[in-house]
């Protein structure tokens, strides 16, 4: 049964960068389905098998910031947009548990980062299309049908770190190829979206690859450079120069002040935050509490403003003891993974600046896998005999049977 779910968890993951593609009629996205599923075997596979491991301080975090979000319903300014989201923070909560539960080695959390990257492949391919095909998300933007411009730049960035992490331990040729060529595809279709953020969190990801690659080697480091390099020359003409032309006018926008159009927002919310600090306006609640201050319906754009709007200051700190307790998880893992959070951290701070990601599937699952790595990490110096073999099987190590 274990082995079941964490399957089921594996399907999960891989819907993620493309869920809003393929919609269920009366239940919604593919991945809410696959995710119902799952919760379903998990709770089945714990019932047979009551034991289950103690919460981490990244879970714990989760936990508490889900019901103190749920206490925020009795004064919130919007009990539908307050239940719907904590509706899905809840859903969002029992992902974090199940990767904690039944994604204990690391050949487990090595799989699901796997399905996560074959996942944004699905994605990249389809903004590919959707670009050839003249479908455009917004202005010149194109994106995956039925997704967020931003928010799937900021997907197929996180995929890039995750695939050139994989391709030093997976096994086989079609794995490493596959992780590979990944961050070249990324390279097409991020610029693809627009997305300003993505843009400069994919400087981040980047990075990663060139600095770990000097880890190894300088030799190697400096041919990967000229490698991406190249890379870029060869692969610019293939995006549209409108994609190019909105990303490059970054600067223009930071030193005009609007900030593409968030300043006004982020003053609004800031002005929401400074009536209600303590309790917050309700979770789910940011855009009706900024209608009197603008005249619109309007997401944070910034995760933390909007958390902190929401919830107020417990709400805040909860999320900065998140990013805490995930910083020093990371720092006791091994530096393969101890580079990988380091930069994912970064990447995800940089993206969640510039839009509302606090209830993203993507967001939870990335804290959630730093959570298990970490307990790996932590149960591995305690007894190295348990840890997995640190590689991708075609079958997960053990398969986490009951």
């Given at each position: 049964?274990?082995?079941?779910?964490?399957?089921?968890?594996?399907?999960?993951?891989?819907?993620?960068?493309?869920?809003?593609?393929?919609?269920?009629?009366?239940?919604?996205?593919?991945?809410?389905?696959?995710?119902?599923?799952?919760?379903?075997?998990?709770?089945?596979?714990?019932?047979?098998?009551?034991?289950?491991?103690?919460?981490?301080?990244?879970?714990?975090?989760?936990?508490?910031?889900?019901?103190?979000?749920?206490?925020?319903?009795?004064?919130?300014?919007?009990?539908?947009?307050?239940?719907?989201?904590?509706?899905?923070?809840?859903?969002?909560?029992?992902?974090?548990?199940?990767?904690?539960?039944?994604?204990?080695?690391?050949?487990?959390?090595?799989?699901?980062?796997?399905?996560?990257?074959?996942?944004?492949?699905?994605?990249?391919?389809?903004?590919?299309?959707?670009?050839?095909?003249?479908?455009?998300?917004?202005?010149?933007?194109?994106?995956?049908?039925?997704?967020?411009?931003?928010?799937?730049?900021?997907?197929?960035?996180?995929?890039?770190?995750?695939?050139?992490?994989?391709?030093?331990?997976?096994?086989?040729?079609?794995?490493?190829?596959?992780?590979?060529?990944?961050?070249?595809?990324?390279?097409?279709?991020?610029?693809?979206?627009?997305?300003?953020?993505?843009?400069a969190a994919a400087v981040v990801a980047y990075g990663y690859i060139v600095f770990?690659?000097?880890?190894?080697?300088?030799s190697i480091g400096i041919a990967v450079l000229m490698a991406l390099t190249a890379?870029?020359?060869?692969?610019?003409?293939?995006?549209?120069?409108?994609?190019?032309?909105?990303?490059?006018?970054?600067?223009?926008?930071?030193?005009?002040?609007?900030?593409?159009?968030?300043?006004?927002?982020?003053?609004?919310?800031?002005?929401?935050?400074?009536?209600?600090?303590?309790?917050?306006?309700?979770?789910?609640?940011?855009?009706?509490?900024?209608?009197?201050?603008?005249?619109?319906?309007?997401?944070?754009?910034?995760?933390?403003?909007?958390?902190?709007?929401?919830?107020?200051?417990?709400?805040?700190?909860?999320?900065?003891?998140?990013?805490?307790?995930?910083?020093?998880?990371?720092?006791?893992?091994?530096?393969p993974q101890r580079q990988l959070w380091a930069f994912l951290m970064v990447t995800?701070?940089?993206?969640?600046?510039?839009?509302?990601?606090?209830?993203?599937?993507?967001?939870?699952?990335?804290?959630?896998?730093?959570?298990?790595?970490?307990?790996?990490?932590?149960?591995?110096?305690?007894?190295?005999?348990?840890?997995?073999?640190?590689?991708?099987?075609?079958?997960?190590?053990?398969?986490?049977?009951?």
């Amino acid at each position: 049964m274990r082995k079941l779910t964490f399957w089921a968890l594996c399907a999960l993951c891989f819907t993620i960068p493309w869920e809003n593609v393929l919609m269920i009629a009366g239940i919604g996205t593919i991945s809410r389905t696959i995710g119902l599923c799952a919760i379903v075997l998990a709770c089945l596979t714990v019932c047979s098998r009551p034991a289950v491991r103690p919460p981490s301080p990244i879970v714990l975090c989760f936990a508490a910031f889900v019901l103190w979000s749920a206490a925020t319903v009795l004064w919130t300014i919007s009990i539908p947009l307050s239940l719907e989201l904590l509706i899905t923070y809840v859903q969002l909560a029992t992902l974090v548990w199940m990767i904690w539960e039944f994604a204990r080695e690391r050949s487990q959390q090595h799989a699901l980062m796997q399905m996560y990257v074959l996942g944004c492949y699905v994605a990249a391919v389809q903004t590919v299309l959707a670009y050839e095909s003249g479908q455009q998300a917004s202005y010149l933007r194109y994106a995956a049908p039925g997704t967020d411009s931003n928010e799937l730049g900021l997907i197929l960035t996180i995929g890039t770190l995750l695939a050139w992490y994989l391709a030093g331990v997976t096994r086989g040729r079609l794995g490493r190829a596959i992780n590979y060529a990944y961050p070249l595809m990324a390279f097409i279709a991020i610029p693809l979206t627009g997305s300003r953020g993505a843009a400069a969190a994919a400087v981040v990801a980047y990075g990663y690859i060139v600095f770990t690659s000097v880890r190894r080697r300088r030799s190697i480091g400096i041919a990967v450079l000229m490698a991406l390099t190249a890379a870029a020359f060869a692969l610019m003409p293939l995006v549209p120069s409108s994609s190019i032309e909105r990303i490059a006018s970054t600067m223009n926008a930071s030193s005009r002040g609007d900030w593409s159009g968030r300043l006004p927002i982020w003053q609004a919310g800031a002005t929401v935050f400074c009536e209600h600090p303590l309790l917050g306006v309700g979770v789910g609640a940011f855009r009706e509490s900024i209608v009197r201050k603008i005249g619109i319906r309007i997401a944070a754009h910034n995760t933390f403003l909007s958390v902190a709007v929401d919830g107020g200051l417990p709400s805040a700190t909860l999320w900065l003891l998140l990013l805490v307790a995930s910083a020093r998880s990371a720092l006791r893992m091994d530096a393969p993974q101890r580079q990988l959070w380091a930069f994912l951290m970064v990447t995800w701070v940089i993206g969640a600046s510039t839009i509302s990601w606090d209830y993203s599937k993507s967001t939870w699952l990335l804290f959630a896998l730093i959570a298990a790595q970490a307990g790996d990490s932590d149960e591995t110096e305690a007894d190295p005999a348990i840890r997995g073999s640190g590689t991708i099987e075609v079958v997960p190590a053990r398969g986490g049977a009951a």
